[in-house]
Every structure is written in C-alpha cells, then in structure tokens.
C-alpha cells in the first residue's frame, strides 16, 4: 500500500473513532462515584485522552452552551406574536454572542406570555437575523397579554425530558407536569412546571445537592465529559458529551433536573455497579447497538457528522 494512502487510512479510522461516544473512547469511573442522601452520579471520561488533545473528543470549543448566552446576555429570547393559537410552540432567539450555541431537548424557559421547554437539540449561528427555536408549554393555565422577560431555568427532570423526547405531546407533557404537582403537594394557580422548584420545602434541600455535587464534580475535577445518575435501585439517567468544555457548561443546568427527582421520588441508593454496567453496555458497548437502544430510551444528536452528546433515560 502507498505510503499517503496508509497515512490517509489512518486519519480517517482516527476522526472515525473520535466521533464515537462508545467504549472505545470512553471509561465510566465506578471507582469515582459520588454519593448523596438519594442520587449517586459516576463520571463518564475520555479514555487515555487521546495524545492529551486537552481531553477533547473533538474540538467544539468555541460552543456556549444554552445557559451561558442567555446569562451574558448575548443569546435574547422573546415571544414571537402576541396569540397563543400562532405562538406558543415558537420562540424568537437571537444569539449576538458571537459563537454558536448549543440547545437541547428539556431545557426550560420561564417568563415570556407562558413558561416553556425546548423540544429539540440544535446548534444555533451567531447571527444578526432572528432565529426560532420550538418550545413547548410547561405552564398550562397562562398566556398573558404582557410579555415577561426570559429567565433560564435548567433542564427538566430526567421523567419530563423522557416525555417530551419520546412523544413530542403537549397534552402528555401537561398531564405529566399535573401528576407530578400533585404527588409533590405543590401548588400552582398556573399549573405551572417549576412551581416545584421554587416550592420552599424543597429549595433547601436543592442546594444542599448541589453544592455537594458540584464541589465534586466540577471543583475537584476537570476530566469529565459526562455522568450517569441512578436512585434508589435504578438508573435514572445518562447525559455524555463529546468533550469536557461543554460538559462543565451544562453541568450546572443537568444537576438540578436530576436532583429535583431524586429529591421528589428517590430512594436511599442501593443499586450495584453490577446493575449500573448493564445499563451502560446498552448504550456504550458500539455504535450500532447505542443508536437502537436510544431510539426508545434517549437521544442522540449530531453536529456536523459526530456525536456531539447522548442521552439515556430510565427503562
């Protein structure tokens, strides 16, 4: 074989490796697990950090994650018309941050006419031209006539996220947000999904759990690149990125939707590591089994030809 012909078969099994989130790029770290009261999370990282490539699987550093621009104010949301029959399942971005900005599925927003989450995973251009973004209600008995500002609000709970990916059903998602209101005690004059997290018998215990897991998994580490989450005796869910820039932008935001389930419905953990791999194998064993196994259970998104993050949810 010619010589520029192995050298070009060799980059190209190299990018082809290092557009998998499997395996053969990553390790899941059992022995780095870190547990509190119900939810115990272990770290997903790049395995032998392929040349010390600054822990990338690929580089996507120039990405801001959802939560950033709108926090610096450089990614502005605002409702598209003034009638809910047109506008509810749309909102208007424009991103003048300058970088592309990663949304994804579960995500919610409060304010505007109604509160809303994201239906779907995109990477939007910088760019002067308004953008749209589909969304759909999480706040069943609003639509107001003035307009109040955006205010970014973490992604859903793992039981939300699933609902929304699996089925794309406004009426479900409303009677799941109903049903959880009302095994949580909370009221809502609005039906409103985050009622439950500004309820004040459970802020508390919220920032307990995070402040311990973020001091874990952020304060004392810089290698992760995901996690899995697990109460009781089962998994709870699974998010993996395709590198540690944007794992750390959304580790706060993916934090409080695990914590409010394990806060709202979980169990003192109890659940072997034994039971945690088969879980896994499911989804990181190869490519062929990972894409069959989410089509059910969670999600894939690429950006531009890779995986750039995956999701699993509970069985």
């Not at 010390?52 to 959802?66: D, E, M």
């Not at 809502?188 to 500004?198: E, F, G, P, V, W």
């Not at 794992?247 to 914590?259: K, M, Q, T």
């Not at 072997?272 to 896994?280: A, I, P, Q, R």
């Amino acid at each position: 074989m010619p010589k520029g012909l192995s050298i070009l078969l060799l980059l190209i099994a190299s990018q082809t490796l290092r557009a998998q989130l499997t395996y053969q790029t990553l390790m899941v770290d059992y022995d780095s697990a870190v547990t509190y009261k119900n939810l115990k999370i272990i770290p997903v990282r790049p395995k032998g950090g392929f040349g010390n490539q600054t822990r990338l699987l690929y580089n996507h550093a120039g990405i801001i994650s959802f939560s950033q621009g709108i926090r610096q104010g450089t990614v502005v949301l605002s409702e598209r018309g003034t009638a809910s029959t047109e506008n509810v399942h749309w909102l208007r971005i424009n991103n003048n941050s300058g970088k592309p900005v990663f949304i994804a599925s579960g995500e919610v927003i409060m304010g505007g006419r109604q509160d809303r989450m994201v239906t779907m995973d995109t990477v939007l251009l910088s760019s002067s031209k308004d953008q749209y973004i589909p969304v759909m209600c999480v706040e069943e008995d609003r639509w107001s006539e003035k307009e109040k500002k955006f205010a970014y609000h973490h992604y859903a709970n793992p039981r939300l996220r699933k609902l929304l990916d699996q089925s794309k059903n406004q009426v479900l998602i409303w009677k799941e947000i109903y049903a959880q209101l009302e095994s949580s005690s909370t009221k809502s004059a609005s039906l409103a999904y985050l009622a439950q997290r500004q309820d004040k018998r459970i802020i508390g215990q919220q920032t307990d759990y995070f402040n311990y897991f973020d001091k874990q998994l952020r304060k004392n580490d810089s290698t992760i690149v995901g996690f899995v989450c697990m109460s009781g005796d089962r998994v709870i869910g699974c998010d993996i990125f395709a590198g540690t820039h944007l794992f750390y932008a959304s580790l706060e935001s993916l934090l409080y939707g695990y914590i409010e389930e394990a806060v709202l419905n979980g169990q003192p953990v109890t659940i072997s590591d034994e039971k945690v791999k088969t879980y896994l194998d499911r989804i990181l064993t190869d490519e062929a089994s990972q894409r069959e196994y989410l089509k059910k259970h969670g999600k894939i998104y690429k950006y531009e030809g890779k995986v750039f993050h995956i999701t699993g949810y509970a069985e």
